[in-house]
């Protein structure tokens, strides 16, 4: 009874979360928009985004977002500034029925040189919720989960504790590899 062991995996993405989700984040507007803010330890490549989607309530597979990246703000840091990319495509939540908490990826539509802090999100076309997962082990939300309930809203920071569950994938010095 005097040692403890733990197994740290080191990865391309970021993560706040544990990988598990017991509850779910969504928002419920047209236009609605989320964003995670990253801060990079070095400059990098964003290849694509792992998401979380969980059948909480309701399936809105059908719903349509699409992924975007924004730099910090220059006058308030720590909220999503300018726009950096959004992507072309619109995606559908996926939602794995083979499994508990798995990820979803979601390529970029071309890689995208980061550096210093990105916020990484989504903007739903719709009002229907996109759960996305949500840890509620671990709350990294604080200072660093931001929404918005449409065009013409500011960025609000957002109360709710624990950490979603999205994941920016970096290419961290390798060659893109997908399986």
Not at 88 to 95: D, G, K, L, S
Not at 117 to 120: A, S
């Given at each position: 009874?005097d040692s403890i062991g733990?197994?740290?995996?080191?990865s391309?993405?970021?993560?706040?979360?544990?990988g598990?989700?017991?509850?779910?984040?969504a928002l419920?507007?047209i236009?609605?928009?989320?964003a995670?803010?990253?801060p990079l330890a070095?400059a990098?490549?964003?290849d694509?985004?792992l998401?979380h989607?969980?059948?909480?309530?309701?399936n809105?597979?059908d719903e349509?977002?699409?992924l975007?990246?924004?730099?910090d703000d220059d006058?308030?840091?720590?909220?999503?500034g300018?726009?950096?990319?959004?992507s072309?495509?619109?995606?559908?939540?996926?939602?794995f029925?083979?499994?508990?908490?798995m990820?979803?990826?979601?390529?970029?539509?071309?890689?995208?040189?980061?550096?210093g802090?990105?916020?990484?999100g989504?903007i739903?076309?719709?009002i229907d919720r996109?759960n996305?997962?949500l840890d509620?082990?671990?709350n990294s939300?604080?200072?660093n989960l931001h929404?918005?309930?449409?065009?013409?809203?500011?960025?609000?920071?957002?109360?709710?504790e624990?950490s979603?569950?999205i994941?920016?994938v970096?290419r961290?010095?390798?060659d893109?590899?997908?399986?």
């Open positions: 009874n733990f197994n740290q995996v080191f391309n993405y970021y993560a706040y979360d544990d598990t989700a017991e509850k779910a984040y419920d507007a236009g609605g928009q989320l995670v803010r990253f070095k990098d490549t964003l694509g985004v998401i989607f969980t059948p909480f309530y309701e809105a597979s349509t977002f699409v975007k990246v924004w730099g006058l308030l840091p720590g909220t999503p300018e726009l950096l990319i959004a072309n495509q619109f995606h559908n939540p996926i939602y029925t083979e499994g508990y908490d990820f979803a990826y979601y390529p970029m539509d071309n890689p995208v040189p980061v550096s802090t990105i916020h990484v989504i739903q076309q719709d996109l996305i997962g509620k082990t671990t939300n604080a200072g929404y918005k309930l449409g065009p013409g809203f500011n960025w609000t920071l957002s109360g709710i624990g979603l569950m994941r920016p970096l961290a010095g390798t893109f590899v997908q399986d």
